[in-house]
C-alpha cells in the first residue's frame, strides 16, 4: 500500500514562509486527487487545499488564497504546500492524504480522503 510521508514544518515568525512537501512512497496517476489539512489543539480537522495530480485543478480554503500555494512533482511523487505570510492561526499539525476513484467535485463535496500521512507540525510565533 503506498504510503504518505510529509516533512518541512518548523517553527516561523508570523509573516515568514515554510514549504511543506508530501511524498508517496510509489508511483501515483493523474487520477489522484492530494489534499492538504490541518489540526489544532482543541479544533476540527481543518481542509486546507487539494489538487489533481495532473495539476489541472486547485482548490483553497479562503482563509489561505493568495498565501498558500498547493502544487505537484510528478517526476518526485510528491506534492507541496508552500505558506506564506504565515499567521499565528495557521498554527496546527498539517497532514497530506489522498482520494481516488472519484472526481473532482466528488472529493471537493465530500472531504473524503482514503490513505494519510503521519502529519507534521507547523507552530507560527506572534
Known amino acids: 500500500q503506498m504510503q504518505l510521508v510529509e516533512s518541512g514544518g518548523g517553527l516561523v515568525q508570523a509573516g515568514g514562509s515554510l514549504r511543506l512537501s508530501c511524498a508517496a512512497s510509489?508511483?501515483?496517476?493523474?487520477?489522484?486527487?492530494m489534499g492538504w489539512f490541518r489540526q489544532a489543539p482543541g479544533k476540527d480537522r481543518e481542509f486546507v487545499a487539494a489538487?489533481?495530480?495532473?495539476?489541472?485543478?486547485?482548490y483553497y480554503i479562503e482563509s489561505v488564497k493568495g498565501r498558500f500555494t498547493i502544487s505537484t512533482d510528478n517526476d518526485k511523487n510528491t506534492v507541496y504546500l508552500q505558506m506564506s505570510n504565515l499567521k499565528p492561526e495557521d498554527t496546527a499539525l498539517y497532514y497530506c492524504?489522498?482520494?481516488?476513484?472519484?472526481?473532482?467535485?466528488?472529493?471537493?463535496?465530500?472531504?473524503?480522503?482514503?490513505?494519510w500521512g503521519q502529519g507534521t507540525q507547523v507552530t507560527v510565533s506572534s
Open positions: 492524504a489522498v482520494a481516488s476513484g472519484r472526481t473532482w467535485d466528488q472529493v471537493l463535496k465530500s472531504r473524503e480522503f482514503d490513505l
Open positions: 510509489r508511483r501515483t496517476f493523474s487520477t489522484y486527487i
Open positions: 489538487i489533481t495530480w495532473s495539476g489541472s485543478s486547485t
